[in-house]
């Protein structure tokens, strides 16, 4: 099955510095790579995806980037603020519909940006 | 906005209970998940369901069984609660087919003593 490893642990940022995140995966046929935030007490929310199609993809502060031939996509948060502290976690989906979306995640980034 | 509902926040449990933690999705997904998190491991799958009266076994499914009866409700089960169940668990549902986006519940913080 899907590996996804994710570094670093933790990540701590002055605030309006850049944060950068990176994953591995493991197999070839997972084609869908999003990313999830979570802050503290509250549930893991969909900030930003990319498809294999793609090689890289932006929204305002944040943008992710692919490497298919590697088999790594990684996070770039620019600008850092005090609420981009948080748990971020990589994923990765096969792309055929039979899995059903089965996302599989990376052990998760703790963001720490300081004022 | 698309709302996955945990029956509960917390619970604490004694070794050996029968445990049911259940989960509802109000915009009509067909997939739904059970996902178990823990520091450093990030969210780990148990198991997932395509349909009604589907399910699949995710990586960690020892220990654990589900129930989807009703396409809106999925039931994860913890036929013997153990110390090594106590974590905290997630509920998610997405949109039938590869890549569409997951939604979660706000979590069961489940203690097993």
């Known amino acids: 099955g899907e590996n996804v490893e994710q570094h670093p642990s933790t990540l701590s940022v002055q605030e309006g510095d850049s944060a950068v995140i990176k994953c591995t995966y493991s197999d070839s046929a997972s084609n869908y790579f999003p990313w999830y935030k979570q802050e503290l007490g509250k549930r893991p929310q969909l900030i930003i995806d990319i498809r294999s199609n793609v090689g890289e993809k932006k929204d305002q502060r944040i943008a992710v980037t692919l490497n298919k031939t590697a088999k790594h996509f990684s996070l770039h948060i620019t600008e850092t603020q005090p609420e981009d502290s948080a748990v971020y976690f990589c994923a990765a989906a096969p792309s055929f519909k039979a899995a059903g979306n089965k996302l599989t995640f990376g052990g998760g980034t703790r963001v720490l940006v300081k004022p | 906005d698309v709302k996955v509902t945990q029956s509960s926040r917390y619970l604490v449990k004694r070794t050996g209970e029968k445990v049911f933690l259940e989960c509802v999705q109000d915009m009509d997904h067909e997939n739904m998940f059970w996902y178990r998190q823990d520091p450093g491991l990030g969210l780990r799958l148990i198991y997932f369901?395509?349909?009604?009266?589907?399910?699949e076994k995710g990586d960690i499914p020892e220990g654990y069984s589900v129930s989807r009866e009703k396409k809106e409700r999925f039931s994860l089960i913890l036929e013997s609660a153990s110390t090594n169940q106590t974590s905290m668990y997630l509920c998610a549902s997405s949109l039938r087919g590869a890549g569409t986006e997951a939604f979660f519940g706000q979590g069961t913080r489940l203690t097993v003593v």
């Open positions: 369901s395509y349909d009604v009266k589907m399910k």
